[in-house]
Nanobody, 127 residues
């Protein structure tokens, strides 16, 4: 079965850190750019970050720039999102998604074109 599985969510106090993981099973991520999205209660899903197939290109939403870091370990078929200095407004369900690409530098934070989606992991920032 081809799927992405997120993990690492939880409840953290403001200013804390979490590392999310996105592991693929049933296929290799070697030719997939990966993006993280999030959806807060009552809001639309938004793109948070993306990473190209070899990790040479990364992009971030302005709201997380300088606080979040995306990385990948293709040998482990896993992509990570390190989240530091967390704020209450980061509370959301976080999803990873994969987009097939032949470009070594391409990645996108838009939902269009994503072929595989995980089911999400809940991140709650609260004191």
């Amino acid at each position: 079965q081809l799927q992405l599985v997120e993990s690492g969510g939880g409840l953290v106090q403001p200013g804390g850190s979490l590392r999310l993981s996105c592991e693929a099973s049933g296929f290799t991520l070697d030719y997939y750019a990966i993006a993280w999205f999030r959806q807060a209660p009552g809001k639309e899903r938004e793109g948070v970050s993306c990473i190209s197939i070899r990790g040479g290109n990364t992009e971030y939403a302005d709201s997380v720039k300088g606080r979040f870091t995306i990385s990948r370990d293709n040998a482990r078929n896993t992509v990570y999102l390190q989240m530091n200095s967390l704020k209450p407004e980061d509370t959301a369900v976080y999803y990873c998604a994969a987009e097939f690409t032949g470009s070594s530098q391409y990645c996108s934070k838009t939902q269009t074109g994503m072929e595989y989606w995980g089911k999400g992991t809940l991140v709650t920032i609260s004191s």
